[in-house]
Each structure stands twice: as structure tokens, then as C-alpha cells.
């Protein structure tokens, strides 16, 4: 791995590529270079982290959802480049609501990571042509790993378990053996 | 709850006068999601023209478990069993990419001995999963045979694991911080039996398939896949090396000591289905030759400790935990309150699909932040309509069971 | 089983009664064909069971077809979610009579680990199952002896009372339970947990 401050190349050459963009360099625990952006030049940034700086593989897009913390959604793309044999990840701020740019034209392998966050999250991406659900459901009303969205999930999840709960009760052993 | 309607959508336009009349129409099939050679519960819309597939859409999540959010639940140290169920023909590589994750956010480094029993462990996950994809695909395209000869050599292997873990897959024997025993000379003679008797076995095997008309012709020049497309879709692993591309983080980004390990990184010429089955064949050769060589370690590191000493992380050793109250209290406060630092990192693993990766977020608290899994699987799964599309209905089994997917770690 | 009559008593008890089921029941436990059902890991040992070391053949049940209509026992193999739940109700619909189930391993019993948004709390909240085996993954002896647990179980039916009389009247599994019940609805909203008492779903 890249040690951020190490620099074999990588922090000078995204500096380079995202010359004119802001963008914040982070210092996260596995050394790996990130950095922060805005969600205004987030499509500017990945499209020059793609063509300037060489990374021709997305690893994975997902977010991390911070409520209480407003905005309320991180974004995570994380790139990887086979030339260079460096990634990078970047990190983005998104409210509830509110839509970030698709990279599929970039990154065709990225159309299921994408609506995977919109499925999990509900984070939507402009410009993808095929946004709907990859994991639950197309007729899911609920978007699961969201931190008000409980682990066994609301209704109809709550009426199955008590129905469940009701028809095990009535269950006793046997009298006689077989 | 109703499966799906099919909604028939006319992609050619209807038959008219002095059209061909072989061309009129397309039909819509759909393959899943039970089927036997959809590798799991993956369904998969086709729109044929005759044998010809036009259109293909995969739709996962037909074991969509709630992975990512049980870990927000469960907690760090709770959700090593669950690792097993990702992609569960492998079960211990899982279990290790995420103890190499949590390690470094904790920023633990796991003792010589440790890494040795994971590389081992490893490599031999990685010898079982590519025996299923050998056994699997083979008996899709008719080799029926190699089935039974793969889960009888996946037998032993599991007889090994037995001895070692008590249970012969979805072992869990990976804690944060090196592994959950040692292994002893019954084992290391296991291990040694097997991996002596396995290179005559894949001889015979290639015998079998390698040079067979059949299949050669059923997977030569089928779902080829360029270098530049296997990295815009995000494909790693032998699916990426078989396109040429000489990649392998064992190699590049090494981990758990692969760096004093000598094998080598099989790569194809023309990205087939062909090209993958030979990379697959011969990187099971690798693996038996990096577990000769971590049988050598293990000898010489024999009595070293093979689980990292730090209190906060680390499980102590089951049999103190059944005689001391100290070690008991450490066991009850990581099993069920283990804090990791405040941060993310992200670990892959070269698993047998490609990188297996795990994004973890901790906000220092006892409930996990964020537990991302990167599975090779979904990019796989993605790829399908990239190789298969405008080819005959036959060459999607041949094509779904050389990109090598196995659903756990598609859905979570 | 039946007391020494010499003739077929009319309700299907009776010493020839008796002899016919217990050969039309030898028959079938013999020759069970098991549709793998492999949802998940628990489908890796179903394929090792069908595999060279535990040989499910040498129990009549080689035929392993993976059309539900030429299958009669069911195995149930893997978490089932609730987006698989209806194609697996549909493959156990289309399995024609007589058809058993078994929920291998603890997903498929009981919802396993698994007690999320997405995981059906055991197979048998859609289909009525004869045998569970625990494990995660069962061990492939633990799924053999299932099979011959149910072997038993089918022993132990009576199929000639069931032709005699209709489906209806018979508790053929003797378990005290009707258990045939096409297409029976997973309980999906309110109306579904009170299904006789109209206003106590609209209650709440």
C-alpha cells in the first residue's frame, strides 16, 4: 500500500491531475491516499482522477451513513490504477436527498456499485441509465442500511415475526415416540 | 409476494413482407433463479433471437442476507461467522481479509507463526474454491466425471480441516490478531499427504479436459475479454489475468508475509474461457507449491506464538479463558464491546475471484460504523452481458461458469 | 398399524390394507429423487453428499433432477429471503404428490444467524416441512440420517386410506395436521394475521 507522505508518486500526481479543483487530504488509519471533496466538483474529480492521473479501475463505490452528522451521507469511491499500481480514495458529503453524479461513463463496472448505494442508502446518481434496485426487492419500500432503518426490519418484517412468534407458540413436543 | 411479471418488450419490429421469416421474433427466457448452472440463486433475463442471446440482465439478490447491516448490529467480534458465508467455497480467506482489515485499523501486527497458519489456510481455500469452479463448470458443459473427482479431492481437504478446526467449512478459525489454535503434527501430516497427492491429480484431470476437442471448442474464442475492459469493469483476479494483465496482490500489495513466499502468477494471452481455465488450473499448482513452503515455516517456527498479544483486541487463548478470571473478563469485554480506534481502512485479499475486500468505519464506539464488503462476485456477475451478449444460449453456462461467482458474496 | 383382519376394512385399516401401504411405501422411500434446492452454503455439502465420500445414491436417491416435476423430495439447502421465498414456494408447488421436505441446516429451520430485514425465519413459514436438520452446515452423516428419518416417516403412512377417503378427511403424516394446502399466503399484511375476523384487521 501507498503510504500517504511516502510519496512514491501517487499524492503528486493526483495533486497534479485535480489542479484547480478543492479538494482535502485526509490521513485515514490504513495510510492510503484520500482526499475530501465537494459534492459540486465530484464529477469533475473523477473524471480527471480517471483520464490526468491514470486510475483505470473503480475498486468499489458505497457510502457510510453518519446520522446524526449532517450532511447525513459519506460517499466512498475508491480508485485503483493498474499502471501505477496505486489507489486513492475519495470522499464525499451528501445531504438526504440530494443526488450525486454517475461515473458509469467512466467506469462501466461501476453501474452496480451504484445502484447498490441507491438501493442501501438512497442515494440516487444522475446519469446512470438504470438506477433501480440491485439486492431487495424493486418493490422494497425501504432503503436497509440506513441508521434509522432497524436490523429486522419495519413492516411488513414486524407482522411476519409476530405471526411467527404466535405459530411457534403453539408448538408442543410429542406425546409418544415415533 | 409475486415473482416479477415479464413485460414483452418488441426489440426487432414485426414481421413484414419479404422479411425473413426465421426473424421475426424474439423470445424472453429466464434462467434462475433456481437452476443448475446459475452457480447459487442468480437469475438471469435473456432475450433470444433463435439461439442467439440479444439482450441479458442479471438480477441478484436472491440471498441478500442483510451482511453489512448485521455487522452494524452484531458488533466487530461477532461477525467472523458471517465472513464464512460470503463466498462460502472458501470460507478462511473471508475470515482472514477481515481480520486484516480490523488489524489495520487497530494498527496490530499478527506474529510470524500466525501469518504462516493463515497463508496456509489460505492457500488452501483457494485450492478448494477452484476445485468447485473445476467440478462445477465442468459438469455444466457435460464433463461429469470431474465433478466427481474434484469434490473427492475438496473431501480431502475438508478431512484436513476437520482435524484442524472441528468442522469441515464455515470454520471461523480466524480471530483479530492471528488464528484460534495451533497446528500440530497431525495436521502438518494431513496437509503433507494431500499436497503430495494433488499435482498427480490435476495431471490426470488436464488429461481429461485440456486437450479434449469438447472442450476446446466449447470454450475457445468464448466470452473473450480485452485487457482495457476487464479494468473499466472492475474485474480482478483470474478473470483479470487471464486477459493478460499480470496482476496479483499477493504480489503487488502483500500481505500476512506472502513476500517470502516463491510462486508464480499464471497469465493467459486471450482472455477466453480457455485462458481462464488454464490460469485456474495452474494457480492451484501455485498454491500447492506456496503450502510446501509454509509447511517449511511451520517447522521453524515451531513453539512461536501464533496470536498477537494485546489486550484490547485480542481474544486470549480458549483454555485460559476456561481457568482464569482475568482472561475471562478480556473474552467477555471483546466479545461483546470490542472497540477499534475512531477511522476507516480498507484490506484486500487476492481471494480465488479477484480482490476481496473490506472497508471498515469505526467511530470508536462498541457498534461498528460501517462494514463494506468489495466482492469480487458482483463484478463478476456485472460482466455477464459484457462477454455473453450476441452469443448462443450454450455458451452462457460455459461463460457464467468461467467468470466463477459464487452468490454469498454477490448478495451479502 | 392396522389389527389382523382378513379383509380391507372400508376407512383403510385392516391386515391387506395395511400390506398394500407398506409396499406402495417401501416403494417410495426407496426411490426418493431429491430436488436440490442449493440456496447457499448449506448447498455445497448438499453437493458433496451427492458427491463420491457420502454417496446419497446408495439410498435410491441418485436422481437428482433439478426439475420440480420429476422430483419428490424437496430439499430446502440455504438461507431462503424473502426475494427467493416465492420462486421456492413455486418449485414446491410444482412438484407433483406424494412430495416431502427437508429444511437442511439452520437457515432454512429457522431463519440460522440470519434474523435481518431480508431472511425468511425458516422455510416452514411457507412450506410445510418433514424433516429439519440442524447444522450450519450440517455435517453430510446429519442430512443422511434425516433422509432415513424420513424414510421412516414415509414408512409410516397411510396412502391407500388417503385414496379411499380424499385428501380432506386423512392425517396421512400422522401428525395431526392438514397439511395440504396449495399456494398457502405468507401473512403480508394485517388482513393476513386475522384471516376470519375482518374487523379485527382493520382494528389494527
Redesign the interface.
Known amino acids: 500500500m501507498d503510504v500517504a507522505g511516502e510519496a512514491t508518486g501517487t499524492v503528486p500526481r493526483v495533486r497534479e491531475a485535480l489542479e484547480g479543483l478543492e479538494h482535502v487530504w485526509l490521513a485515514p488509519r490504513d495510510g492510503l491516499p484520500a482526499i475530501s471533496v465537494a459534492r459540486s466538483v465530484l464529477g469533475d474529480v473523477l473524471a480527471r482522477l480517471k483520464q490526468r492521473a491514470g486510475f483505470e479501475s473503480m475498486t468499489f463505490i458505497t457510502g457510510v451513513d453518519r446520522l446524526p452528522a449532517v450532511p447525513r451521507f459519506e460517499l466512498v469511491h475508491q480508485l485503483w490504477s493498474l499502471a501505477h499500481d496505486d489507489r486513492v480514495r475519495v470522499h464525499t458529503r451528501l445531504a438526504d436527498g440530494e443526488s450525486a453524479p454517475s461515473c458509469v461513463a467512466l467506469w462501466p463496472g461501476a453501474a452496480y456499485m451504484e445502484r447498490e448505494c441507491y438501493d442501501m442508502f438512497g442515494i440516487t446518481f444522475d446519469g446512470h441509465a438504470d438506477l433501480k434496485r440491485l439486492l431487495m426487492p424493486d418493490d422494497y419500500g425501504h432503503h436497509p442500511l440506513r441508521k434509522d432503518f432497524p436490523h429486522q426490519g419495519i413492516e411488513p418484517d414486524r407482522l411476519y415475526r409476530e405471526w411467527d412468534r404466535n405459530r411457534r407458540s403453539h408448538w408442543k413436543p410429542r406425546e409418544t415416540a415415533p | 409476494?409475486?415473482?416479477?411479471t415479464f413485460e414483452f418488450v418488441r426489440e426487432t419490429p414485426p414481421l413484414g413482407e419479404g422479411d425473413d421469416p426465421l426473424h421475426g421474433e424474439t423470445m424472453e427466457l429466464n434462467m434462475g433463479?433456481?437452476?443448475?448452472a446459475t452457480h447459487?440463486?442468480l437469475r438471469v433475463k435473456i432475450e433470444l433471437d433463435g439461439e442467439t442471446m440479444r439482450k441479458i440482465e442479471p438480477v441478484?439478490?436472491?440471498?441478500?442476507?442483510?451482511k453489512?447491516?448485521?455487522c452494524?448490529?452484531l458488533g466487530w467480534a461477532k461477525f467472523f461467522?458471517?465472513t464464512?458465508?460470503l463466498d462460502?467455497?472458501q470460507p478462511l480467506m473471508n475470515n482472514v481479509a477481515y481480520a486484516l482489515a480490523l488489524e489495520?485499523?487497530a494498527?496490530l501486527v499478527v506474529p510470524e507463526r500466525g501469518q504462516v497458519i493463515r497463508v496456509l489456510l489460505m492457500e488452501l481455500s483457494r485450492i478448494a474454491a477452484h476445485l468447485?469452479y473445476l467440478g462445477?463448470t465442468a459438469i455444466d458443459l457435460g464433463a461429469v466425471t470431474m465433478?466427481?473427482n474434484t469434490?473427492?479431492e475438496?473431501?480431502n481437504i475438508?478431512t484436513i480441516l476437520d482435524a484442524y478446526t472441528g468442522h469441515?467449512?464455515?470454520n471461523t478459525y480466524v480471530r483479530i490478531g492471528g488464528v484460534f489454535a495451533d497446528v500440530d503434527e497431525t495436521v502438518e501430516g494431513l496437509v503433507r499427504e494431500f499436497l503430495e497427492r494433488l499435482p498427480a491429480e490435476i495431471d490426470d484431470w488436464e488429461k481429461l479436459l485440456t486437450g479434449n476437442r469438447i472442450w476446446y471448442d466449447r470454450n475457445r474464442d468464448v466470452g473473450v475479454l480485452t485487457k482495457?475492459q476487464a479494468?473499466?469493469?472492475?474485474?480482478?483476479g483470474p478473470n483479470l489475468r487471464g486477459s493478460g494483465?499480470e496482476?496479483d496482490l499477493r504480489k503487488?500489495?502483500p500481505y500476512s508475509g506472502y513476500e517470502r513466499y516463491e510462486f508464480e502468477v499464471p497469465v493467459g494471452t486471450v482472455g477466453d474461457c480457455y485462458d481462464r481455465y488454464l490460469v485456474r488450473v495452474e494457480e492451484m499448482r501455485q498454491s500447492v507449491r506456496i503450502a510446501h513452503q509454509t509447511l517449511g515455516h511451520l517447522q521453524s517456527t515451531r513453539g512461536g506464538e501464533f496470536l498477537a498479544e494485546d489486550r484490547r483486541y485480542v481474544l486470549p487463548p480458549k483454555d485460559r479463558v476456561h481457568t482464569s478470571m482475568e482472561e475471562l473478563i478480556f473474552q467477555f469485554k471483546i466479545v461483546t464491546d470490542l472497540r477499534l480506534?475512531s477511522?476507516?481502512?480498507?484490506?484486500?485479499v487476492e481471494s480465488s475471484k479477484g480482490?476481496l475486500?473490506f472497508?471498515v468505519?469505526s467511530n470508536g464506539t462498541s457498534q461498528p460504523?460501517?462494514c463494506?464488503i468489495?466482492a469480487p462476485g458482483?463484478?463478476n456477475?456485472?460482466?455477464i452481458p459484457?462477454l455473453a451478449e450476441g452469443r448462443l444460449l450454450s455458451d452462457m453456462v460455459a461463460i457464467i461458469g468461467s467468470l466463477d461467482f459464487v452468490?454469498?458474496e454477490v448478495?451479502? | 398399524m392396522g389389527s389382523l383382519r382378513p379383509v380391507a376394512e372400508a376407512d383403510g385399516t385392516g391386515f391387506v390394507a395395511s400390506r398394500v401401504d407398506a409396499l406402495v411405501n417401501w416403494g417410495r422411500k426407496n426411490s426418493l429423487w431429491p430436488m436440490p434446492l442449493g440456496l447457499s452454503c448449506c448447498g455445497i455439502e448438499l453437493m458433496a453428499i451427492l458427491g463420491p465420500k457420502f454417496d446419497l445414491a446408495r439410498f435410491g436417491a441418485e436422481a437428482a433432477r433439478f426439475s420440480p416435476r420429476q422430483c419428490d423430495l424437496l430439499i430446502v439447502a440455504g438461507t431462503l429471503t424473502w426475494k427467493m421465498a416465492s420462486a421456492c414456494r413455486t418449485v414446491y408447488d410444482q412438484m407433483p404428490e406424494p412430495k416431502w421436505v427437508i429444511a437442511m441446516g439452520v437457515c432454512s429451520s429457522t431463519g440460522g444467524m440470519y434474523d435481518s430485514y431480508a431472511v425468511v425465519q425458516g422455510v416452514d413459514s411457507i412450506l410445510p416441512v418433514d424433516v429439519y436438520v440442524p447444522g450450519c452446515p450440517p455435517r453430510p452423516d446429519a442430512v443422511l440420517d434425516a433422509i432415513i428419518k424420513l424414510q421412516g416417516k414415509i414408512q409410516r403412512e397411510r396412502p391407500l386410506a388417503r385414496i379411499l377417503h380424499g385428501p380432506s378427511v386423512v392425517d396421512v403424516r400422522g401428525t395431526g395436521l392438514n397439511l395440504y394446502q396449495p399456494n398457502a399466503t405468507v401473512p403480508r399484511s394485517k388482513a393476513d394475521l386475522h384471516p376470519h375476523d375482518p374487523r379485527a384487521a382493520r382494528r389494527g
Open positions: 409476494m409475486t415473482l416479477e433463479p433456481q437452476h443448475p447459487g440463486v441478484v439478490g436472491y440471498l441478500h442476507r442483510g453489512e447491516k448485521s452494524e448490529s461467522p458471517h464464512d458465508r462460502y467455497v489495520r485499523l494498527g468447485i462445477t465433478f466427481f469434490f473427492k475438496r473431501e475438508y469441515r467449512m464455515n482495457e479494468l473499466a469493469w472492475a474485474l480482478t494483465v496482476h503487488t500489495q480506534p477511522g476507516e481502512a480498507y484490506h484486500a480482490e475486500g472497508y468505519a460504523l460501517r463494506h468489495r458482483l463484478m456477475v456485472q460482466a459484457l452468490m454469498g448478495d451479502r
